[in-house]
């Protein structure tokens, strides 16, 4: 091949690789400006993942730390010691026949028991201004009594053998009963003096707070097992009449009995 030859082919290839070096020129002069006009203060930033947009989303409070003065707690107050003596109640309702303590001015000897009547209590003498007084049941209309006796005897599940008195009103009731639960004196039995008159038990404990026995001063069974533990033989024992108890406000009281 002749000299002339080579050169037009030589020419030939470095035309195309003239335009290769102009294009990659063209191309660095624009990324050069591109960065040149790009402002200083803007960085490139990423998009954040769904968990740091999450987290980024939920506002956080720094409370600043301060010092706490815990009080010291205070004092736990003592209980209030248990009274000695329970309160009187009211003489209405159904708890006023439960056995208690009351208070009641009787200057009596402690020992002594007294029968008030018309309230249907029955009281035993603690000092001179206290009493265990019990709900009763007194004679109804026309068996009702006063006056003052003695314990002359005291019996457990007493027999009973009615009064001939009582026979002729009621000629059905049988002439004796033998002592145990079904006998109408109950459990226990306080005889007073040489009358006919009993302190009792019954079984018929309904029949408390009312008049309803032949003159006879009936209890339930618990009270009068619990009165027969506290009488002894010889105590006094004074029958209000039905006109000369009152009772007052603060609690049952009595004129002072003589």
Same mark, same amino acid.
């Given at each position: 091949?002749?000299?002339?030859?080579?050169?037009?082919?030589?020419?030939?290839?470095?035309?195309?690789?003239?335009?290769?070096?102009?294009?990659?020129?063209?191309?660095?002069?624009?990324?050069?400006?591109?960065?040149?006009?790009?402002?200083?203060?803007?960085?490139?930033?990423?998009?954040?993942?769904?968990?740091?947009?999450?987290?980024?989303?939920?506002?956080?409070?720094?409370?600043?730390?301060?010092?706490?003065?815990? $009080?010291?707690?205070? #004092?736990?107050?003592?209980?209030?010691?248990?009274?000695?003596?329970? &309160?009187?109640?009211? +003489?209405? @309702? *159904?708890?006023?026949?439960?056995?208690?303590?009351?208070?009641?001015?009787?200057?009596?000897?402690?020992?002594?028991?007294?029968?008030?009547?018309?309230?249907?209590?029955?009281?035993?003498?603690?000092?001179?201004?206290?009493?265990?007084?019990?709900?009763?049941?007194?004679?109804?209309?026309?068996?009702?009594?006063?006056?003052?006796?003695?314990?002359?005897?005291?019996?457990?599940? $007493?027999?009973?053998? #009615?009064?001939?008195?009582?026979?002729?009103?009621?000629?059905?009731? &049988?002439?004796?009963? +033998?002592? @145990? *639960?079904?006998?109408?004196?109950?459990?226990?039995?306080?005889?007073?003096?040489?009358?006919?008159?009993?302190?009792?038990?019954?079984?018929?404990?309904?029949?408390?707070?009312?008049?309803?026995?032949?003159?006879?001063?009936?209890?339930?069974?618990?009270?009068?097992?619990?009165?027969?533990?506290?009488?002894?033989?010889?105590?006094?024992?004074?029958?209000?009449?039905?006109?000369?108890?009152?009772?007052?406000?603060?609690?049952?009281?009595?004129?002072?009995?003589?």
């Amino acid at each position: 091949m002749g000299k002339r030859a080579k050169r037009g082919k030589a020419e030939t290839l470095a035309l195309p690789k003239a335009a290769r070096v102009a294009i990659g020129a063209v191309a660095v002069a624009i990324v050069g400006y591109s960065l040149l006009s790009r402002p200083a203060g803007v960085q490139s930033q990423q998009k954040p993942s769904p968990h740091q947009a999450q987290a980024s989303s939920s506002p956080v409070y720094v409370a600043t730390p301060a010092h706490v003065s815990v $009080p010291a707690p205070a #004092p736990i107050p003592a209980p209030a010691p248990a009274p000695l003596v329970e &309160p009187p109640k009211a +003489a209405e @309702g *159904p708890g006023a026949f439960v056995r208690q303590v009351v208070d009641y001015a009787s200057h009596q000897t402690p020992g002594t028991v007294i029968v008030d009547t018309k309230n249907t209590f029955l009281y035993f003498v603690l000092n001179d201004t206290q009493a265990l007084r019990y709900g009763i049941g007194v004679g109804r209309e026309g068996f009702t009594w006063s006056g003052e006796q003695t314990v002359a005897r005291k019996t457990e599940w $007493p027999d009973w053998r #009615p009064p001939t008195e009582m026979l002729v009103r009621q000629p059905y009731l &049988p002439r004796f009963m +033998a002592g @145990g *639960p079904g006998n109408p004196l109950g459990a226990r039995a306080m005889y007073l003096g040489e009358t006919e008159f009993r302190i009792h038990g019954t079984n018929k404990p309904d029949t408390i707070g009312k008049r309803v026995s032949s003159g006879c001063i009936r209890l339930t069974n618990d009270d009068v097992v619990d009165l027969y533990e506290r009488v002894k033989v010889g105590a006094k024992v004074i029958v209000l009449p039905a006109t000369a108890a009152q009772m007052q406000s603060s609690g049952p009281k009595i004129a002072e009995v003589q």
